[in-house]
């Protein structure tokens, strides 16, 4: 069974940085499209940076600049660097796999077959 979960987040304050692990079993990381999501307080679930099964990456407005989404194939692991952490940035991330190997990946959360618990990131100002 394929199963992936997310660790790595953590309560900062504004300005500081945070790394999240996606790791997964019963998948490949390599080969396959996958993505970062949030859901802050009172907000709908959005996406934040995607990956595609040939490493090309998208990002979110709201973290251009600001976040890097990679992997290590080595480790089969997802990774999420978060630098320069904003009051915005709160909310709860979860790690999404697709079942498909898109080229260009899907912003739509139920497009993403797998996905992980997730990790709370808390940015205080």
């Known amino acids: 069974q394929v199963h992936v979960a997310e660790s790595g987040g953590g309560s900062v304050q504004a300005g500081g940085s945070l790394r999240l692990s996606c790791t997964a079993s019963?998948?490949?990381?390599?080969?396959?499209?996958m993505g970062w999501f949030r859901q802050g307080p009172g907000k709908e679930r959005e996406g934040v940076a995607l990956i595609g099964a040939d490493v090309k990456t998208r990002y979110a407005d709201s973290v251009e600049g600001r976040f890097t989404i990679s992997k290590d194939s080595d480790k089969n692991t997802l990774y999420l660097q978060m630098n320069n952490l904003q009051p915005e940035d709160t909310g709860m991330y979860y790690c999404?796999?697709?079942?498909?190997?898109?080229?260009?990946?899907?912003?739509?959360?139920?497009?993403?077959?797998?996905w992980g618990q997730g990790t709370q990131v808390t940015i205080s100002s």
């Open positions: 019963g998948y490949t990381v390599r080969t396959n499209s």
């Open positions: 999404a796999a697709s079942a498909v190997r898109w080229y260009t990946p899907s912003w739509v959360p139920s497009d993403y077959k797998y």
